[in-house]
Structures are given as structure tokens and as C-alpha cells.
């Protein structure tokens, strides 16, 4: 991997990223596929056309459902998906947060109930890459706990120990499985998590901890789950100088269109959410004047694109009207177009910061889109 920070302005860098499977450019929003698709009926034809970048994918539902090892046998996830850009896979560690009331925590991993079927599943930072091995992803993330963000002292401290030690197992067996002749891709990165709450004193003994280990690239992980928006952006601004400027950085799971502009300004490179598909599914779509809910009986008559001057495929050649048409009539035509047109909006929202980074703009558009979204909820 080549890290090249090509612009910045304040805390906010605009990087440019070559790995084995082509080039990122960043801050870079990754449209997740969680079982390898994005949901709503978007192919990997679609996510080119509307601009992304990365894709990223699920270690644990892959690996319950259809399975690591078949998906090695076409050759990885890439071949599999008929996707030849870039790929992260999540480690399965924020399943050890979702997935509480079926798991049991020790020092050798994590056991769990299968959602699926109940089936046992034991998983820990060895198993964790060798499954992102088999699966080939570009980018794969080091096994961890995800402790809730509001959670006592002593056992975020102890959660965050513990995922230290796991890092330094994945990163071992990540070398040992690069190293394998049959490895679907031989020059996977790794990506470590920084974990500890809002506990900003936790996170930046771990930050400086896991810095000294040379990884490939770093992650803020466990925000957005029960914090305040305040509260994550304190964490960051606390925790991201302590991780290496010249790496990249991500910041997991986060978020709503401002909550991304929030990390960029503190020096974010990736980030991924469902919000996009998962609101456009739901008839939820984003403009710069905030989120329309197309279901609302004022959009009934109403002609003009979900968004005036947005070339996505919805608003080239759909009005309001009729993709509400759909949405009420349980079409899924009416979700995709939805979930298309609110990946695109992220993905030129993100096109969009990293020309302002690189102009020295970032704070105008930084302050305009603020105005602009608060307007849109007057």
C-alpha cells in the first residue's frame, strides 16, 4: 500500500491510496454490501455508475451464510461479486456487540449462536483472518470487542486490553496467512481498531498503544452506538493526533451526511454506514436541504427530481410523484431508485469534500452545508 496525504486544510487531509486492487482516493464513503450486495437490488454495475469506491462486506454473515471457503473456491469475495475495485471486510467483532444475548466472551475469542439457525459458532482473531483470507478482501479489519460506548470503567478497560492482545494475534496470523501459496491475495492489509467508550484517557493510551505496532491503517471504532453527537466528536477530536497522520484513519459505522463532514474535519479518511440504503429503503432520501420522506402526501403531485441538478438514475429520469407511486405500492423499483439515488448523494457528497480539501475550501463548504441542512429541518 502507498499512503500519499495529497492535501490539507486544518485537521482534514485528502489522501491518495494505491493497493493491490486499484487506487482510493479519500475521505471515501464505502457503500456497504454486507453479504456481498448492497440492499435494495444494486449490482456492481450500479455502485460504478454512481460513483463508489469501495465496497465492504461482512466477515461473520459471509462466513454463517454462504460460507468463507466456497467463496474462496471463485477465487474471493471480488470474483465472486464481479466487483474489481477495492474491498474491506469488518472483522465480526461488532457482532460481539450486536449479537449480546448470543455470546459468551473469553481470552481464545468469542463463542456465539448462530442468528441464523442457533448453530455454534466460536470465533476469535486467528479464525477472523482466516476467514477475511479466504474471502480476499483488500482491506481487512483486526478482531475486537466492541464495548457500548456508555459502559463502566473497569470493563471497557478490560475490554480494550483484551482487544489489544487479539491485535497482535491478527496481526501475526495475517503475515503467516500472506505468506500461504494458495492465499487469495497475498498483499491484504490490516486495519486495527481503537476502542475505550467515551473514556477519552482509555482510547488514548490505546491509540498510542496500538500506533507503535505499524499497522497498515487505523480505525475509531464503538462510537455512534448510545453516545451524543457531542460526545463522539469530543472522543475524536481527543483520539485521532494520537494516531499516525501519515496512516489512514476510519472511523466505523458513522453516519448521518454531517456527522461525516465532522470526521473529516478531524482528520477521518473512511467511512461507512447504512444509512443510505437502509433509509432509501424505506423512502427516505437525502438532499442538501436535509432528508425528504417521499411517502408524504405533499410529494403526491409533485414532478421534480428528489433532488434539482442530481445526476443519479433516480433524478435523471424519475419525479417524486411516481417513485412515491412505487414506494406506496410495495414496488421494489421504488426502494432501489430510493437506496441508488441516496448512495450517490453519498458518494458526491464525498467527491464534493475532497475537491474543497484539496482547493483549501474545506470550512466554507464545511459551514454551507450545515446551514443548508439546518434550513431544510425549518
Known amino acids: 500500500m502507498k499512503y500519499e496525504i495529497i492535501a490539507e486544510d486544518g485537521r482534514a487531509k485528502s489522501a491518495h491510496i494505491e493497493t493491490a486492487h486499484g487506487v482510493i482516493e479519500t475521505p471515501v464513503f464505502m457503500n456497504v454490501g454486507t453479504v456481498g450486495a448492497i440492499k435494495g437490488a444494486v449490482s456492481t454495475a450500479d455502485l460504478k455508475e454512481i460513483g463508489c469506491q469501495v465496497e465492504l462486506s461482512n466477515t461473520y454473515h459471509l462466513h454463517v451464510r454462504t460460507g468463507d471457503e466456497l467463496i474462496k473456491k471463485f477465487g474471493g469475495l471480488r470474483k465472486f461479486m464481479h466487483w474489481d475495485r477495492p474491498v474491506l471486510t469488518d472483522s465480526g467483532g461488532f457482532q460481539v456487540f450486536s449479537l449480546a444475548s448470543l455470546r459468551k466472551i473469553k481470552e481464545e475469542g468469542v463463542s456465539f449462536r448462530s442468528h441464523i439457525d442457533g448453530h455454534p459458532i466460536f470465533?476469535?482473531?486467528?479464525?477472523?483472518?482466516?476467514?477475511?483470507?479466504?474471502?480476499g478482501s483488500t482491506i481487512a479489519m483486526a478482531f475486537d470487542e466492541c464495548p457500548p460506548a456508555l459502559a463502566e470503567r473497569p470493563y471497557i478497560e478490560q475490554s480494550v486490553a483484551r482487544t489489544t492482545r487479539w491485535l497482535k494475534r491478527c496481526k501475526a496470523e495475517m503475515k503467516r496467512l500472506n505468506s500461504l501459496e494458495d492465499t487469495v491475495n497475498p498483499d491484504q492489509l490490516l486495519f486495527g481498531i481503537n476502542q475505550g467508550g467515551i473514556l477519552e484517557d482509555v482510547r488514548i493510551q490505546n491509540a498510542e498503544e496500538i500506533s507503535e505496532m505499524d499497522l497498515d491503517g487505523y480505525a475509531v471504532g464503538g462510537l455512534a452506538v448510545g453516545e451524543t453527537h457531542e460526545e463522539m466528536y469530543s472522543t475524536l477530536d481527543a483520539v485521532v493526533p494520537?494516531?499516525?497522520r501519515k496512516k489512514p484513519t476510519y472511523l466505523m459505522g458513522v453516519g448521518t451526511p454531517l456527522n461525516i463532514i465532522e470526521g473529516v474535519a478531524r482528520g477521518i479518511d473512511f467511512f461507512d454506514c447504512v444509512y443510505p440504503s437502509r433509509n432509501g429503503r424505506h423512502g427516505h432520501v437525502y438532499t442538501k436541504m436535509g432528508k425528504l420522506n417521499l411517502f408524504n402526501k405533499q410529494y403526491e403531485l409533485d414532478d421534480k427530481p428528489i433532488e434539482e441538478g442530481c445526476q443519479c438514475p433516480a433524478c435523471r429520469d424519475y419525479?417524486?410523484?411516481?417513485i412515491r407511486h412505487l414506494l406506496k405500492a410495495g414496488e421494489m423499483l421504488g426502494m432501489r431508485l430510493c437506496t441508488l439515488h441516496n448512495l450517490y448523494f453519498y458518494n458526491k457528497m464525498m467527491e464534493d469534500i475532497r475537491t474543497s480539501i484539496r482547493n483549501g475550501c474545506f470550512e466554507d463548504y464545511r459551514r454551507e452545508m450545515h446551514e443548508s441542512m439546518e434550513a431544510g429541518k425549518n
Not at 123 to 135: F, K, T, Y
Not at 319 to 322: D, I, L, M, T
Request: aromatic share 4%.
Open 123 to 135: 470465533m476469535g482473531p486467528e479464525e477472523s483472518m482466516r476467514i477475511q483470507s479466504n474471502l
Open 319 to 322: 419525479s417524486r410523484a411516481y
Open 242 to 244: 494520537h494516531l499516525p
